[in-house]
């Protein structure tokens, strides 16, 4: 199963993906659970790489050129908040974390899917000595995040969570997949 279909159609209501890019997760979300979905990403460019029809998606659907930093929502106008490996990219976390928290609804849910710090020891130390420079050869991805520790250091309970290596070279494909919620 591939990961994206474990944790794209929880997503409910009004829905914001952060990060989008070039659309992939768009054909798992659940037209009879979703109501509208606003995605953004800061770039345009990856965003028109997309062949998708978004008339035929079954839900609302906007595309913003917009930073996790800074929203173009209002408060508490959220049910989901989907990210599917964005959260390694996003430069300043801390004010893209608190953008997530004002905009979600107190019922609200982030709902995760991210590449991450392994627990393998060996694997970890690969992924503390490649990181300088995968950030400059994969756009400011950061291969070594402690997910879990990520999302509670930005004010965020992990509600549920499952990990595993995903196939490939193994320190980029340990992923962690979940949700979570404002404290
Ligand atoms: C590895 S790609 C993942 C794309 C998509 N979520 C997926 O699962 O295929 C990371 C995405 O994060 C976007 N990104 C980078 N900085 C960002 C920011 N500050 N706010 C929102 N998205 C950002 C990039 O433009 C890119 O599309």
Same mark, same amino acid.
């Given at each position: 199963?591939? @990961?994206? /279909?474990?944790?794209?159609?929880? /997503?409910?209501?009004?829905?914001?993906?952060?990060?989008?890019?070039?659309?992939?997760?768009?054909?798992?979300?659940?037209?009879?659970?979703?109501?509208?979905?606003?995605?953004?990403?800061?770039?345009? +460019?990856?965003?028109?790489?997309? @062949?998708?029809?978004?008339?035929?998606?079954?839900?609302?659907?906007?595309?913003?050129? /917009?930073?996790?930093?800074?929203?173009?929502?209002?408060?508490?106008?959220?049910?989901?908040?989907?990210?599917?490996?964005?959260?390694?990219?996003?430069?300043?976390?801390? +004010?893209?974390?608190?953008?997530?928290?004002?905009?979600?609804?107190?019922?609200?849910?982030?709902?995760?899917? +991210?590449?991450?710090?392994? !627990?393998?020891?060996?694997? =970890?130390?690969? @992924?503390?000595?490649?990181? !300088?420079?995968? =950030?400059?050869?994969?756009?400011?991805?950061?291969?070594?995040?402690?997910? !879990?520790?990520?999302?509670?250091?930005?004010?965020?309970?992990?509600? @549920?969570?499952?990990?595993?290596?995903? !196939?490939?070279? =193994?320190?980029?494909?340990?992923?962690?997949?979940?949700? /979570?919620?404002?404290?």
């Amino acid at each position: 199963m591939k @990961q994206r /279909a474990k944790v794209v159609p929880l /997503a409910k209501g009004e829905v914001l993906e952060i990060g989008v890019g070039s659309g992939l997760n768009l054909s798992f979300y659940d037209p009879r659970r979703v109501d509208h979905l606003l995605a953004i990403d800061p770039s345009k +460019e990856i965003w028109n790489m997309n @062949q998708i029809d978004t008339d035929s998606l079954g839900f609302g659907f906007d595309f913003e050129e /917009a930073y996790a930093e800074n929203l173009p929502l209002e408060n508490n106008s959220i049910d989901s908040i989907v990210t599917t490996y964005t959260v390694c990219s996003i430069p300043k976390r801390k +004010e893209a974390f608190l953008e997530m928290k004002r905009v979600l609804r107190p019922t609200g849910h982030i709902i995760f899917c +991210e590449h991450g710090r392994s !627990p393998e020891r060996w694997i =970890k130390m690969t @992924q503390d000595v490649v990181n !300088p420079i995968w =950030k400059i050869m994969g756009g400011g991805c950061t291969i070594n995040l402690d997910i !879990p520790k990520v999302f509670e250091e930005c004010g965020f309970r992990i509600n @549920q969570i499952d990990t595993m290596y995903i !196939p490939g070279w =193994k320190p980029a494909c340990f992923n962690y997949w979940g949700t /979570a919620k404002a404290i």
